[in-house]
């Protein structure tokens, strides 16, 4: 049973490009939630989805990031014109209605 | 904002001793508690967790204690092995009436070193 899938695992983008970041949740779990990491930090919330809705983006920037999760196919968080701050090992978890959150390996996302 | 954190950033102990993570956490409505354990370059692995109505619960060597009076959770490692040496991050959630809603709030973390 393969666990929580992120790709890429590694990201480098030039300032003002475009970052996608996929994941792919665990087979059986229908909730997704993304966090994001900086340097020596813990994971700090963005937002949580489950099949075609958003649930709470409380911790998404108002611009640049959005995120889905549609029927068919992985979880995506989208980043729009990326700045170097943008830089962070981004995490994506997933669960089954009132168990524990799954953790896929992360991307690292970097901006030159 | 409320937010979870932690006493002792950094954890150097010899392998075979015990291991003990101290948490501290503001928000009262918290009702479920989480240690994860993460190693470089990989994502956070669940360790164990603890419900609020609960003030021990033990796992294969290790043990969650929660204190809600001082609101103080602790992650206590029996026999430390050179493989528990990694990041430990303690993580609350707040049931939101009774759904599966989930976003967890992480502590800073603590570097945890076990030397040969």
């Known amino acids: 049973n393969a666990g929580v899938m992120q790709n890429p695992r590694h990201l480098v983008r030039r300032r003002g490009q475009e970052a996608r970041l996929r994941c792919s949740p665990m087979?059986?779990?229908?909730?997704v939630y993304w966090y994001r990491q900086l340097p020596e930090e813990g994971l700090k919330f963005m937002v949580y989805?489950?099949?075609?809705?958003?649930?709470?983006e409380s911790g998404m920037p108002k611009e640049r990031f959005s995120a889905e999760f549609p029927k068919e196919g992985p979880s995506i968080l989208r980043i729009q014109q990326v700045v170097r701050g943008d830089s962070a090992a981004y995490f994506c978890?997933?669960?089954?209605?009132?168990?524990?959150?799954?953790f896929g390996p992360g991307t690292r996302l970097t901006v030159l | 904002g409320e937010s979870v954190g932690l006493h002792l950033p950094t954890l150097s102990v010899q392998e075979g001793d015990n291991s003990i993570i101290n948490c501290a956490y503001s928000?009262?409505?918290?009702?479920?508690f989480i240690w994860y354990k993460q190693e470089s370059g990989k994502g956070p692995q669940f360790i164990i967790d603890?419900?609020?109505?609960?003030d021990k619960r033990q796992g294969q060597r290790v043990t969650v204690l929660l204190n809600k009076t001082v609101k103080h959770l602790s992650l206590q490692i029996a026999a430390t092995q050179p493989g528990d040496s990694a990041v430990y991050f303690c993580?609350?959630?707040?049931?939101?009436?009774?759904?599966?809603?989930?976003?967890?709030?992480f502590g800073q973390g603590t570097i945890l070193t076990v030397h040969p």
């Open positions: 978890a997933s669960n089954r209605p009132n168990n524990e959150q799954f």
């Open positions: 087979k059986g779990h229908s909730h």
């Open positions: 989805l489950q099949k075609e809705n958003i649930i709470d």
């Open positions: 928000n009262s409505a918290s009702d479920y």
């Open positions: 603890i419900r609020s109505n609960m």
């Open positions: 993580a609350e959630k707040v049931n939101a009436g009774g759904t599966s809603y989930g976003k967890l709030t």
